[in-house]
T-cell receptor, first 113, second 109 residues
């Protein structure tokens, strides 16, 4: 199993550009989440989903959109990139049987100039 | 806002020594988890302790939980250079975990 796959691994954007960070999991997990990790800040929850068609906001949702049309995919969209969105983004998933334990992707390192 | 706060922020030890890391949290919990992050990688789950448990072991890891003090500790015994990583405590459930800021552990060969 590949687990949680994030693409791209690295991305550089200019202020105002939009892009989508991809996240796919092959474990048939119901729960998926997006976090951002900034130096000295730990991980902060952006958006999460408890199943296909159901999403909700986390701690820092502004500037980001998500959708969950399938169980496998949970893309994160930056609508108009800002330098404050320079960060490392992690996608995670968990299954109903061990729903508190999250499996993380390798991350996407994003720089907004 | 951060639910968990780890202590110390950084720890440097010699291979073979034990490493103890602490986590304090603010609100009541159902469980607490510890994760490890190697440089440039995603987080990996280490161990989960439920609120009705006081101690749990997994290999060289020992986790304690004191709900009266809202604190947890992670002990890594007989540390190895490969244990060099950042360690995070996390609380919450399902897809909504709240992480601390992490502890950077360096194990010198």
């Amino acid at each position: 199993n590949a687990g949680v796959t994030q693409t791209p691994k690295f991305q550089v954007l200019k202020t105002g550009q939009s892009m989508t960070l991809q996240c796919a999991q092959d474990m048939n997990h119901e729960y998926m989440s997006w976090y951002r990790q900034d130096p000295g800040m730990g991980l902060r929850l952006i958006h999460y989903s408890v199943g296909a068609g159901i999403t909700d906001q986390g701690e820092v949702p502004n500037g980001y959109n998500v959708s969950r049309s399938t169980t496998e995919d949970f893309p994160l969209r930056l609508l108009s990139a800002a330098p404050s969105q320079t960060s490392v983004y992690f996608c995670a998933s968990s299954g109903r049987s061990r729903k508190n334990i999250q499996y993380f992707g390798a991350g996407t390192r994003l720089s907004v100039l | 806002s951060q639910q968990g706060e780890e202590d110390p922020q950084a720890l440097s030890i010699q291979e073979g020594e034990n490493a103890t890391m602490n986590c304090s949290y603010k609100t009541s919990i159902n469980n607490l988890q510890w994760y490890r992050q190697n440089s440039g990688r995603g987080l990996v789950h280490l161990i989960l302790i439920r609120s009705n448990e006081r101690e749990k072991h997994s290999g060289r890891l020992r986790v304690t939980l004191d709900t009266s003090k809202k604190s947890s500790s992670l002990l890594i015994t007989a540390s190895r250079a490969a244990d060099t990583a950042s360690y995070f405590c996390a609380t919450g459930a399902n897809s909504k975990l709240t992480f601390g800021k992490g502890i950077t552990l360096s194990v010198r060969p």
